[in-house]
C-alpha cells in the first residue's frame, strides 16, 4: 500500500502496554537471527512433547522437517495440558449464535469431554490415523470439536467454508479422499440459512470415497438422511465411550489439508503438518496478540478459512486462552452487531480484516457510539494491504486512540503470521506490517533472484524455512515445487509484491499477479486502490488493468463512495487527480466505474479476474461459484455498459 506521503504519522506503543507487554525486549530478533534453530527449539519446548525430537530442522529444498523423530499431539496441547496447567474451569470457547443473545460456553474439561466422544465417534465409523475426514460446518463448537476430535487420533482434516457451492465441496472432498463427511442441516447467517446438507447430498452424489456422513442438528430443518450412510450426531455421541487417549503423533504427520481460496483453476491443497505448526501458532498468537490469562480474544474469521484454524482454534487454544467465535454477521439484526459483542463478552482483543473495516466506515461512527468498547487494548488486521485511512479509523475509532494496532501480513501457506509488529515494540507506520517477527526471515528479490539491500520495490519471499510451513501440496509436489520454489532456489516466493522504505518498513502491495504494465510501468492496484480511498469521497476501490492496444494495459478503476454520494464525471476527474498527485500521472485510470458493490470471494478478497472478464466484455466470466454474493455481477454489468 501506499504511505499517502502527506499524512503519514507513525505510533508508539502507549507507555503502559508496552510496560506489561508479552515481548518487551528488542534482543529477542538478535537472539533469534544467531541461531534460529535454537531460537524455534525454545519456543517448541513450551508445548507438551511425549517424546523430544532428535534433529531441529532438516532441510532438504524444499522439503522441511521440524522436529524430526518427536512425538507430539495438537489436541491434547490445546485441551489436556491446559487442564494439567489448572485451565480445567477456564471458558475455552464463547460462542455467541446468529441470533444476539444465543450463547453457549464450554470450558476446557467440557470442550475435552466433548472431543474425546467425537473422537471415539470417528473410531466406531472406521476413521484410522491417517484417514482424512472433511469437515462442511457453520460456525458452531461442533466445528472446533471435530477438529480437535480429528486432531486427537492422527486423522488429518479438510474443512470446506460453510459458503461453498456443492462442487466446491466435491472437489475437496475426492481431492482428500476423505472418508467421512461431518455437516450439519443448514446454517444460519445474517438470519438466511445455507442448506448444508442438501448441498453436501449433491456433492455427494460423486464423492465415491465417503462412507459416513455425520449431521450436526443446528436449526431443524428438514434433511434427507440417507440410510446406511447418515447417521446424527447427538445420537452418536449419547452413545460414545468418554475417553479416548491422544495419539502419539509424529511432529511431521499431516495435522490438515486446507484448500487455498480465490485463485483460478483446480484448488491447491495445503498440507500442514503437527509440531512446527503448533509450535509457530502458539508463538506468533502469544506474541503478536499480547495474549494474557484473562483476555477475551476474538477472532472474526471463518474457521474454514486458515485464520480461523490458526487464531481461531490452534493458536489460542494452545494457549490456554478465551476465544470468542461467532456465527453471524456484522449487519444482522443491526449494523452494531459487532460493537454489541465487544461490549457484552468484554472483548479485549478483536482480530479482523480490511474489508471490514472498510464497510464499517461507510456507515460512519453512530454504530460505535452506541456501545462502550473500552474492554478492547489491542487491534488487528489480516487478509489484505490495510489502506493508512482504514488503519488510522480502525484506531481512532474502534479502539479509542489508545489501542497498538497489528497488522499482520502471512497466507494459508506460511501456516502462521510472519510479518508484524509486536505491539509493545514496534513502532507502527499506517499500512505498514512492519518487519518480519523474530526467528523469520523475509526479504525482497527482484525478477533475476537478487537480494534488494535496503530501500526498494521487489517480490516478497522467505529466506530460510520457518516452522508453520506448508511442507508440500497434497498429492501434487510437483506445483508445489513448480509455485513456491522454482523461481528462487531454496528461497520461498510468497506470490506477493513488496516495498522496503528508509526505515527497513515492509509495506506489502499485493499479488505480484495483480500488477498492472501500463506502457512498461509496474503498477500495483493495490497502490492505485489506496490512492483513490485516501479521497474523502471514497469508501472502497478495485482496480484492474485491462488490455489496451497502445499501452499494453489501461487501469480501471471500480469505486464505491461513501454514503450516499453520486458519482459524476467531475468526480471521475477529481479521482484521476487524485491518483495522479499520490503515485503519479502514468497511473491514472483510464477508466472509472461508480459501483454500489463489488465482486467478493466469502473471505472478503476482491474479485479482480471477473472485473477484468467485465471490463473487457467478455461474456464468460469463469467460475464465479465463490462469489459471496453472485448478484453483484449482475449490477456491476449494468454500470459498466452504462459507463460506456
Ligand atoms: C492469512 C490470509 C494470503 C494473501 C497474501 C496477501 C494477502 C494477507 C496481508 C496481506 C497485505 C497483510 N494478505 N494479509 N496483504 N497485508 N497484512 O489472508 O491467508 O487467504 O492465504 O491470503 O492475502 O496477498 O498473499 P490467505
Same mark, same amino acid.
Given at each position: 500500500m501506499t504511505e499517502e506521503k502527506s499524512t503519514v504519522r507513525t505510533y508508539d506503543p502507549p507507555e503502559d502496554f508496552a510496560a506489561r507487554a508479552n515481548v518487551r525486549d528488542r534482543s529477542i530478533? %538478535? %537472539?533469534?537471527? +544467531?541461531?534460529?534453530? *535454537?531460537?524455534?527449539?525454545?519456543?517448541?519446548?513450551?508445548?507438551?512433547?511425549?517424546?523430544?525430537?532428535d534433529e531441529v530442522l532438516r532441510w532438504d529444498p524444499p522439503e522441511a522437517q521440524w522436529f524430526v523423530g518427536g512425538k507430539i499431539n495438537a489436541s491434547y496441547n490445546c485441551l489436556d495440558y491446559q487442564i494439567e496447567q489448572g485451565r480445567g474451569d477456564k471458558r475455552a470457547i464463547v460462542w455467541e449464535g446468529d441470533e444476539p443473545g444465543e450463547n453457549r460456553?464450554?470450558?476446557?474439561? %467440557?470442550? +475435552?469431554a466433548e472431543v474425546e466422544k467425537f473422537a471415539n465417534v470417528l473410531k466406531?465409523?472406521?476413521?484410522?490415523?491417517?484417514?482424512? /475426514?472433511?469437515?462442511?460446518?457453520?460456525?458452531?463448537?461442533? &466445528?472446533?470439536?471435530?477438529?480437535?476430535a480429528c486432531a486427537r487420533i492422527g486423522a488429518p482434516h479438510s474443512v470446506v467454508f460453510g459458503a461453498f457451492s456443492a462442487q466446491?465441496?466435491?472437489?475437496?472432498?475426492?481431492?482428500?479422499?476423505?472418508?467421512?463427511?461431518?455437516?450439519?442441516?443448514?446454517?444460519?447467517?445474517?438470519? +438466511?440459512?445455507?442448506?448444508?446438507?442438501?448441498?453436501?447430498?449433491?456433492?455427494? $452424489?460423486?464423492?465415491?470415497?465417503?462412507?459416513k456422513v455425520v449431521v450436526v442438528r443446528r436449526t431443524g430443518d428438514a434433511v434427507n438422511m440417507v440410510e446406511g450412510r447418515d447417521l446424527w450426531w447427538h445420537e452418536?455421541?449419547?452413545?460414545?465411550?468418554?475417553?479416548?487417549?491422544?495419539?502419539?503423533?509424529?511432529?511431521?504427520? @499431516? &495435522?490438515?489439508?486446507?484448500?487455498?481460496?480465490?485463485?483460478?483453476?483446480?484448488?491447491k491443497g495445503i498440507v500442514h503438518t503437527t509440531g512446527g505448526y503448533l509450535t509457530h501458532v502458539n508463538t506468533t498468537t502469544e506474541w503478536v496478540f499480547d495474549l494474557k490469562e484473562d483476555d477475551v480474544y476474538w477472532c472474526t474469521a471463518d474457521i474454514g478459512w486458515v485464520t480461523g484454524h490458526s487464531y481461531i482454534v490452534y493458536g489460542p487454544l494452545s494457549n490456554g486462552a478465551t476465544a470468542l467465535m461467532f456465527e453471524g454477521t456484522p449487519a444482522y439484526p443491526a449494523n452494531d452487531r459487532w460493537w454489541d459483542i465487544i461490549e457484552r463478552h468484554g472483548v479485549t482483543i478483536l482480530y479482523t480484516a480490511p474489508t471490514a473495516i472498510r464497510s464499517f466506515m461507510k456507515q460512519g461512527t453512530g454504530p460505535i457510539e452506541k456501545h462502550d468498547l473500552s474492554s478492547l487494548r489491542l487491534l488487528g488486521s489480516v487478509g489484505e494491504p490495510i489502506n493508512p485511512r482504514a488503519w488510522e479509523w480502525y484506531h481512532e475509532h474502534v479502539g479509542g486512540g489508545r489501542c497498538p494496532v497489528v497488522d499482520t501480513w502471512w497466507q494459508t501457506e506460511t501456516g502462521g503470521i510472519m510479518i508484524s509488529p509486536l505491539p509493545g515494540i514496534t513502532r507502527t507506520k499506517p499500512g505498514?506490517?512492519?518487519?518480519? &517477527?523474530? =526467528?523469520?526471515?523475509? *526479504?525482497?528479490?527482484? %525478477?533475476? =533472484?537478487?537480494?534488494?539491500?535496503?530501500? =526498494?520495490? *521487489?517480490?516478497?519471499? @522467505?529466506? !530460510?524455512?520457518?516452522?508453520?510451513?506448508? !511442507?508440500?501440496?497434497?498429492?501434487?509436489?510437483?506445483?508445489?515445487?513448480?509455485?513456491?520454489? $522454482?523461481?528462487y532456489g531454496d528461497?520461498?516466493?510468497?506470490?506477493?509484491g513488496a516495498r522496503r522504505d528508509e526505515d527497513g518498513y515492509f509495506w506489502v502491495t499485493g499479488r505480484v499477479d495483480d500488477v498492472i504494465n501500463v506502457s512498461g510501468h509496474r503498477i500495483s492496484t493495490a497502490e492505485v486502490e489506496s490512492a483513490l480511498v485516501a479521497h474523502p469521497a471514497v469508501a472502497e476501490a478495485a482496480v484492474i488493468g485491462r488490455y489496451d492496444e497502445d499501452t499494453g494495459q489501461a487501469i480501471v478503476a471500480y469505486v464505491i463512495l461513501e454514503g450516499d454520494r453520486k458519482g459524476s464525471d467531475e468526480l471521475a476527474q477529481e479521482l484521476r487527480q487524485q491518483v495522479r498527485?499520490?503515485?503519479?500521472?502514468?497511473?491514472?485510470? $483510464?477508466?472509472? /466505474?461508480?459501483?454500489?458493490?463489488?465482486? +467478493?470471494?466469502?473471505?472478503?478478497?476482491?474479485?479482480?479476474? @471477473?472485473?477484468?472478464?467485465?471490463?473487457? *466484455?467478455?461474456?464468460?466470466?469463469?467460475?464465479t461459484t465463490t462469489l459471496a454474493d453472485p448478484s453483484v455481477v449482475d449490477s456491476l454489468k449494468e454500470q459498466v455498459s452504462a459507463s460506456r
Open positions: 530478533y %538478535e %537472539e533469534a537471527a +544467531k541461531d534460529f534453530e *535454537g531460537f524455534w527449539a525454545g519456543r517448541a519446548r513450551k508445548l507438551h512433547w511425549f517424546r523430544e525430537w460456553t464450554l470450558t476446557y474439561s %467440557e470442550l +475435552k466406531s465409523l472406521g476413521v484410522r490415523k491417517g484417514d482424512a /475426514v472433511s469437515i462442511y460446518l457453520p460456525m458452531i463448537p461442533e &466445528l472446533p470439536i471435530a477438529m480437535l466446491s465441496l466435491r472437489d475437496r472432498i475426492n481431492d482428500c479422499e476423505a472418508k467421512v463427511l461431518v455437516t450439519a442441516d443448514s446454517g444460519p447467517r445474517g438470519g +438466511k440459512r445455507t442448506p448444508l446438507k442438501a448441498n453436501a447430498d449433491e456433492a455427494l $452424489q460423486d464423492a465415491p470415497s465417503i462412507e452418536l455421541m449419547e452413545k460414545a465411550e468418554p475417553e479416548c487417549p491422544a495419539e502419539e503423533m509424529d511432529s511431521e504427520d @499431516i &495435522l490438515y489439508i486446507l484448500y487455498s481460496s480465490g485463485s483460478t483453476g483446480k484448488p505498514s506490517a512492519t518487519f518480519p &517477527l523474530p =526467528g523469520i526471515f523475509a *526479504g525482497i528479490y527482484d %525478477e533475476e =533472484g537478487n537480494e534488494i539491500e535496503g530501500p =526498494g520495490v *521487489g517480490n516478497l519471499v @522467505i529466506k !530460510r524455512p520457518w516452522p508453520g510451513m506448508l !511442507r508440500t501440496l497434497y498429492k501434487d509436489p510437483e506445483r508445489f515445487r513448480e509455485t513456491y520454489w $522454482q523461481k528461497v520461498y516466493f510468497s506470490g506477493d498527485r499520490v503515485i503519479g500521472a502514468h497511473a491514472r485510470p $483510464q477508466e472509472i /466505474v461508480f459501483t454500489p458493490d463489488l465482486p +467478493k470471494t466469502r473471505s472478503g478478497k476482491i474479485m479482480r479476474r @471477473i472485473l477484468r472478464s467485465l471490463s473487457e *466484455g467478455r461474456d464468460d466470466l469463469g467460475d
